[in-house]
DNA sequence: CCTCATATACTCAGAATGAGTATATGATAC
DNA sequence: GTATCATATACTCATTCTGAGTATATGAGG
């Protein structure tokens, strides 16, 4: 409470803070750039894979990522970009910051002990490469590491087998201390994140799902870093695969990003090739999204928006009539709204 | 190019690239904790400002702001939090991290010398406390830093008079190499950001605008850290008071992210007292949002999505009719798409 | 040339939206 | 006390948007 630190701050003004701190209480910080590289092969969802050493969970997948090196680079995105392709050989398109993870003891460092690891998470999309074209890395579908989050044949078997009887069992345990103080129930955070008795999926909660997971020890990444002790991590089912460090968490904030901002900007023509048809686009869509779209509200959609233009050109052996090759308008970048897809499920 | 460095990355698997970095290359960077905090006080939208020594370019205010120390806080938040309450007295409710700043040159830090700091921004929203409970700091009108937001009396006169004819200008001289690598031109950006030329203002692009006024160099940050030297600042016409260090740029990303955000999650909220007429509400969001809205439209939408309910009550001496009082309906935070106020602009 | 499968076009009812007019009611002035 | 004012609240209506369907076009394959 009380302590020298404390009684300094409210004594100076705040911009002396920082040099008056000691020293030693600062520098201990180290900054990791992650990148979460999504694309779209297939109509699968996946993301640039690096396979590591096993950590102590057995963990073997994690995302690319590097240190921050402060003299050499100007800013994190240059550096970034600079060694996501001398490590994979990809050149990144559209990139943005997703969110920087700085909590002790969740494997973003080695523990209480040696520096702090400060991860700054990134989004990138990019069209699918073959692997052949990798340096190092693999494309794997993101649904591999959340396979809770593949709606796309139904809802996942998945939930109701194993999720839910656990969740359920998890919720009517007594919250921790810690946990007592939130306004909301067990019962009803684990109701509103999957969707239970009647609520709906929010497929945009991939965070918050996968954070609830953790916190009911369901995923082996909170074995690994010390919550649920009384079990081991092989005990129990493992749900998805487990990636280093907290890479799986900025995976899981990737996912929910991108959910959402197709939505409101035009976000997929990054996933697509340069020319393709309204279908193409679709089952793109639907492959992020999940459930399955109404084919000619899509269309309408699309279209009305403005977001694409036809080239004149068609594509043939469609298995049925030749379709029309659209390219991404261009100019909408610069018109107001900027709209993404908005879109709601088909039925079928 | 060929640095030790960059052949060891391509070399060795990314997981030993941290260990393998020279410790001096990633030690070196301090981690500041920023907070917009921001409140609405007689329709003022206003954000808490403290005064310190002018820097430079004779800027004194700036964000409440203070070091992240790792072995004292777990988390990035709990830090914001405890030294927010001692440096200001306020205790923050909603708290979301906006971004992370880390520009070499952007005086996050003291130029190319001396440890590199990174900045991380953080959105906070409180209902406006009066300034006696301060124990530091004034709430400050937003508008009195980006007096070309406030579009409350229609479209401020200070994009006529001076935002326009100098950007046109700026626009008109050739780009640097830098700029001419882009896929827009500098004409478009400003057309897009100001809605010039019948584009429409985009009341979102907050820290687009702040940004190209920077790149211009229009605002006096962008003299201090020495862009566009040809000119002193002294010469130049004060766009906005000028912050400390990037702390409007900070503030900009704040402003840019709670008018987006009210529009789809309730948070407007945070800024209202317990109870509140409609009117006050609607009044608060267009103190945010800038143009006036349309009162019947405003009350249908806001009670048909659910957000409120009546306490029963009402409040006297509105000057008319007595207006019933109500509350947030916290059950909407449980409910599906959680919705914000989406508004658009009425005529008057 | 018939069938199939897919692409594309059109239709229609109901919900949401933008923009009004009409009515209710306490405060205030005379 | 009552006429007037100012604001709150209720209702209306045309237009657009949305969800969901049916109808038609057209190359591929037997």
């Known amino acids: 409470m009380n302590s020298p630190t404390e009684l300094r701050r409210s004594a100076v003004s705040a911009d002396r803070i920082v040099a008056l701190t000691p020293r030693s209480e600062l520098a201990s910080v180290e900054i990791g750039l992650n990148a979460a590289i999504v694309a779209v092969a297939n109509n699968e969802p996946v993301a640039l894979i690096i396979r590591g050493e096993p950590d102590v969970a057995g963990a073997t997948d994690g995302l690319p990522f590097g240190p921050f090196s402060p003299r050499e680079h100007r800013t994190f995105e240059i550096g970034l970009r600079d060694w996501v392709h001398a490590q994979t050989g990809v050149e990144l398109g559209y990139a943005e910051q997703l969110y920087t993870f700085g909590d002790r003891g969740r494997s973003t460092d080695s523990g209480d002990v040696g520096p702090r690891v400060v991860s700054i998470g990134y989004l990138a999309l990019t069209e699918a490469k073959s692997s052949l074209e990798l340096a190092r890395g693999s494309w794997n579908s993101w649904y591999y590491y959340f396979p809770w989050e593949d709606w796309r044949q139904g809802r996942p078997a998945i939930l109701e087998t194993v999720i839910e009887p656990r ?68 005990e129990r089912p493992r749900l998805g695969t487990p990636m280093r460090f907290d890479h799986r968490r900025i995976l899981a904030t990737a996912i929910g990003r991108v959910r959402a901002k197709i939505k409101y900007r035009p976000v997929i023509f990054e996933l697509m090739p340069g020319e393709f048809t309204l279908y193409e686009l679709q089952r793109t869509v639907e492959a992020i999204l999940g459930p399955h779209l109404h084919k000619q509200n899509f269309r309408r959609l699309v279209e009305g928006a403005g977001l694409v233009e036809p080239t004149g050109e068609v594509r043939m052996r469609t298995g049925g009539r030749p379709a029309k090759l659209f390219r991404f308008r261009r100019e909408v970048l610069l018109e107001r709204p900027a709209p993404g897809v908005r879109v709601k499920p088909g039925k079928s």
């Open 167 to 234: 969740l359920r069992d998890w919720a009517s345990r007594p919250a921790t201390p810690v946990s007592s103080t939130q306004p909301v129930s067990r019962q009803e955070r684990v109701r509103i994140c999957f969707g239970f008795d009647g609520a709906s999926w929010d497929e945009e909660k991939v965070l918050e799902r996968f954070e609830l997971l953790y916190e009911a020890g369901l995923v082996d990444e909170a074995a690994r870093d010390g919550r649920d002790s009384a079990k081991t991590w092989q």
